[in-house]
């Protein structure tokens, strides 16, 4: 409903992306930050964590941005599409991630392409779901919402990180990240 409900609000007259973005995601983060003050108070999140979450947040309002300003142009139908191609570029970084990682450790691994089979059969379950008799040329919002797979993917990469860490400084996380979004509308 995320898209369809951004492409109805955007359409009304008088509301342009970034005062719904602003609206949107400034709500989501002053629901959070009693929560998020008192995780503070209590020592649940390091600087080095809050830090990390800022970096998160501008990943995720990038993703945001382009979503926002491309739905403008695009339809909901082929926005999700674009979007739900985050899984496969997660499955890739995590899987060069991890060879990376074997090769710092002195062993060789290779690529392993079987593991971004679940992400393909995700994106092309969506993309049946969502583009059934979808017609049309592409746009300048179908270019724009690609920053969605790289904004949002380095976001929950990012994130997986600084839950590694530090697991209980879930809500301050959540709250920096979304304040993040809401400044950078």
């Known amino acids: 409903s995320n898209f369809a409900c951004a492409k109805v609000v955007l359409a009304q007259p008088g509301v342009d992306a ?5 609206a949107r995601f400034s709500l989501a983060a ?3 930050l009693p929560g998020a003050i008192d995780a ?4 649940l999140i390091s600087w080095e964590t809050a830090r990390g979450a800022f970096v998160c947040g501008s990943w995720v309002a990038f993703g945001y941005l382009g979503q926002t300003v491309g739905l403008m142009t695009t339809t909901p139908s082929r926005a999700c599409v674009i979007c739900s191609l985050n899984c496969i570029f997660v499955a890739i970084v995590a899987e060069l991630s991890r060879v990376n990682s074997t090769k ?9 392409l079987k593991k971004l089979i679940p992400a393909f ?3 092309a379950g969506v993309a049946i779901i969502e583009l059934q008799g979808a017609a049309g ?17 380095m976001g929950y990469l990012q994130l997986e990180e600084l839950m ?5 400084a879930a809500l301050p996380v959540s709250g920096i ?3 993040v979004v809401a400044t950078s509308a």
């Open 121 to 123: 059969i995700a994106v």
């Open 104 to 112: 710092d450790r002195g062993y060789k691994t290779n690529f392993d």
């Open 137 to 153: 040329k592409p746009t300048i919002g179908d270019l724009l919402c690609f920053s969605q797979p790289i904004g949002f993917g």
């Open 164 to 168: 590694k860490k530090e697991p209980n």
């Open 30 to 32: 002053v629901s959070l």
């Open 40 to 43: 503070a108070r209590r020592g």
């Open 18 to 22: 970034s005062l719904y973005a602003v």
């Open 177 to 179: 990240k979304l304040a």
